[in-house]
């Protein structure tokens, strides 16, 4: 049987903050995460920028506002501005959240679980189909943390997830500290999540750390992106590793409370070891099984 050579990259969120530090290192940091929306109404001096950084090193964007988990349509004003961004990046992928964040003309200001139900998951491959005919490129989609089960619900946060990557021609964004943070607030198994997805649809990884909120007895894990990486998502990523038959794009988010430079560099070089520690794994296994 012939074993995978994978070509993984591993990369950070572009932070102003971090400019500096990210230009001054790019000999450690195989790719750059964009936010899309930070670039929709931009002068132009900032996309000269963002394709001057394009030149240097290659670019993922990541959109925080379309609202594709949802049975009301994407804004078709959002959409095109995504195509044109992505027409004038040329990013190498983009991606989106699936997420609730407006309806009825309310704009709720958060990436919000949906229902899981069969009306969210028809919705959600409705706004999906529209964004890849208007971007011209599908976009991969990632899963969100939530701090409240969503009501009415009919089935968990993986068979809905597994369902829309069925429906869809769609990769896999998944977010692993947003997975983690889910299965440590409603109790259940986050290996047995990982093992349920198809992993054939796994693109990309996101890294991230959170807090713990609320009174005791009460408390939930939130996602904040200002906290350094657990040593839980590291080992998921391990299993993610071993499992992926596809390279991967790894990104490590972090939004404020920057530490150094260094520090968060290091944390990519652990993010690299711990997917070459899977990746390991899945090369035994496979021999095991040839």
Known sequence: ??????????????????????LSNLDRIDIVE?????????????????RTLAAQIPITLHGVSLGMASAVAVESKRLDQMARLCADVQPVSWSEHLAFVRGGGIEIGHLAAPPRTAATINGTLVNLARAQAIVGVAPQVENVATL???????????????????????DLLLDLHNLYANALNFSFDPLDFVARLPAERIGAIHLAGGKWIGA?????????????????????????????????TVILERDGDFPSMEC???QLDRARQALAKGRALQRSRRQAAA
């Open 216 to 248: 005791p007895g009460a408390r939930r894990l939130l996602d904040d992106h200002l906290h350094d990486v657990p040593d839980p998502v590291y080992e998921l990523l391990v299993e993610v590793g071993a499992r992926a038959p596809r390279s991967l």
């Open 148 to 170: 409240i089960d969503p009501p009415g619900s009919d089935r968990d946060e993986v068979t809905w997830l597994s369902e829309i990557l069925r429906g869809s021609k769609n």
């Open 264 to 266: 968060l560099l290091l």
């Open 1 to 22: 049987m012939e074993i995978p050579l994978f070509k993984d990259r591993v990369g950070l969120g572009w932070r102003s903050k971090l400019a500096v530090g990210i």
């Open 34 to 50: 964009v936010i899309a929306d930070d670039f929709f109404d931009a002068p132009r001096r900032e996309r000269r920028a963002l």
